[in-house]
């Protein structure tokens, strides 16, 4: 596909980025290396000030959440094997039929 999207002109990027950073691949390297021992817990936070419009419960999985969810998988060399949404009390910003916030528990 690289190949292709060179050979074509194309310049551009997209999906799972995260796995590029700089400073990703150095938390990588330190965890792959276990000096630090076998990871217990991690913590995203993801803060988006404007919501499109027509953006849903859904699509912040699909759309979002996947990132961490790769981002997961790539670190710690292992599969999730299940995952829960929680949305506590609205704040006054969120969108309409948007629960905002959520909790993703992985």
């Not at 990027?13 to 796995?19: K, L, N, S, V």
């Not at 276990?34 to 419960?57: D, Q, V, W, Y």
């Not at 999985?61 to 999730?80: A, K, M, S």
């Amino acid at each position: 596909m690289e190949k292709k999207t060179i050979s074509a002109g194309i310049i551009g990027a997209g999906g799972f980025m995260r796995r590029y950073d700089p400073d990703y691949c150095k938390i990588k390297a330190i965890l792959d290396s276990g000096e630090l021992g076998k990871p217990l817990m991690a913590h995203c936070i993801s803060r988006t000030p404007r919501i499109a419009a027509g953006f849903t419960n859904a699509m912040q999985v699909t759309n979002v959440r996947i990132q961490e969810i790769d981002q997961f998988r790539w670190l710690f060399g292992e599969e999730l094997v299940r995952g829960q949404m929680l949305a506590a009390r609205n704040t006054k910003f969120a969108a309409d039929g948007l629960n905002d916030p959520q909790l993703a528990l992985m």
